[in-house]
């Protein structure tokens, strides 16, 4: 078998794949909308169980999977198990999980805006949900967004105030600087930026650099 034969059989592999991939996607979907706490119950399980695993390529593949089909459903307890995986301890899964949540909450606010809330409650502190769930809300047009960002802003976790800091900013509403005045002089230190430009600041470092950038865009 030539190179190119080799090539080709592996695209129609890849497409029958997919084709499989889709149809059980949209099979469990179905079935999903008419018993969807059964589904949820059993892909919350399936969540703990890749979130476990040791290979991160498996899997970040099963809790991708799951993401998505959690995000072609509806309710409450759709919100929480999404949530679960954006707590999950892999980067891919995280991301996708935030994307469908995202979707979710641009459709039906108070749902998500609800599970963020019942999120504060029920995750540790550390929790990498807690500092990717500001992020996520900074791009969401609802009104509720800020006063949502001041509970994270309430937390002792260093890592998730500076994350509502940043999400606070990004929003540009002055309401925010009410919030973050009490923070200036806090000397919980946060790690900021991406790879090469990450840095370590101190919240109340942070919150003086995000009301002068508040007062500036005042004029």
């Given amino acids: 078998m030539s190179h190119h034969d080799d090539i080709d059989a592996g695209l129609l592999a890849l497409f029958a794949a997919e084709r499989d991939a889709r149809k059980f996607h949209d099979a469990l979907a179905l079935g999903g909308k008419a018993d969807t706490a059964a589904l949820v119950a059993k892909l919350s399980v399936a969540t703990?169980?890749?979130?476990?695993?040791?290979?991160?390529?498996?899997?970040?593949?099963?809790?991708?999977?799951?993401?998505?089909?959690?995000?072609?459903?509806?309710?409450?307890?759709?919100?929480?198990?999404?949530?679960?995986v954006l707590d999950a301890r892999f980067p891919e899964a995280r991301s996708e999980a935030g994307e469908q949540l995202q979707g979710l909450a641009f459709e039906r606010f108070k749902e998500v805006a609800l599970g963020v809330e019942r999120a504060l409650g029920r995750k540790e502190l550390g929790s990498p949900c807690l500092v990717e769930?500001?992020?996520?809300?900074?791009?969401?047009?609802?009104?509720?967004?800020?006063?949502?960002?001041?509970?994270?802003?309430?937390?002792?976790?260093?890592?998730?105030?500076?994350?509502?800091?940043?999400?606070?900013?990004?929003?540009?509403d002055d309401a925010a600087v009410k919030l973050l005045l009490p923070l200036q002089g806090d000397t919980r230190m946060s790690v900021v930026g991406e790879d090469e430009e990450r840095t370590e600041i101190s919240i109340g470092e942070l919150a003086t650099e995000a009301i002068e950038l508040f007062q500036q865009r005042r004029g």
Wanted: hydrophobic share 55%; net charge negative; proline share 3%.
């Fill in 48 to 84: 703990a169980d890749a979130n476990a695993l040791d290979d991160e390529e498996e899997g970040s593949l099963r809790l991708v999977a799951i993401a998505r089909l959690l995000g072609e459903l509806d309710g409450d307890d759709v919100v929480d198990a999404l949530i679960d």
């Fill in 133 to 172: 769930l500001p992020y996520l809300l900074a791009d969401v047009p609802e009104g509720g967004v800020v006063k949502l960002l001041g509970r994270f802003i309430a937390l002792e976790d260093a890592d998730a105030v500076a994350a509502a800091i940043e999400a606070l900013v990004t929003i540009g």
